[in-house]
């Protein structure tokens, strides 16, 4: 995995399940994301944290494993899921501006996300 040593982390319950979440907080980290991970264990992931509402566009044009995006309000409400393939090449735009966004290993498919590459 990706060297995250100088990474401050969280520990988080999502849909039940825990994960611990390397912190993206600064733009250098942000940037990079998880883009230089080869294999993502279960059970981690990474947040991205701004200090005011953004709609931003993510991407996925040089990750190579599936991620999971979620997209949060700065009362960490979800606004918006998708599920990404490696290396796609459309940009992940959520409609609502969020506070935060998560990412985890994420299946192609699953009925409480959308499809990035079928959104839009």
Same mark, same amino acid.
Not at 68 to 94: G, H, M, T, W
């Given at each position: ?13 999502? *849909? @039940?399940?825990?994960?611990? /979440?390397? +912190? ?6 942000? !940037? $990079? ?27 996925? *044009? @040089?990750?190579?494993?599936? /991620?999971? +995006? ?6 960490? !409400? $979800? ?42």
């Amino acid at each position: 995995m990706h060297e995250f040593k100088s990474y401050r982390y969280l520990k988080i319950a999502i *849909k @039940n399940k825990k994960y611990k /979440l390397y +912190i993206a907080d600064t733009e250098k980290k942000k !940037k $990079i994301g998880l883009s230089k991970v080869k294999k993502l264990l279960p059970g981690f992931g990474m947040i991205f944290t701004y200090n005011k509402p953004t709609n931003r566009p993510f991407t996925m *044009k @040089n990750t190579s494993i599936p /991620l999971r +995006i979620i997209f949060l309000d700065a009362s960490l !409400k $979800i606004l918006e899921v998708y599920n990404c393939r490696p290396f796609q090449k459309k940009l992940i735009q959520p409609r609502n501006s969020y506070s935060y966004v998560i990412e985890i290993w994420g299946l192609y498919e699953n009925q409480w996300t959308r499809n990035a590459s079928t959104n839009r």
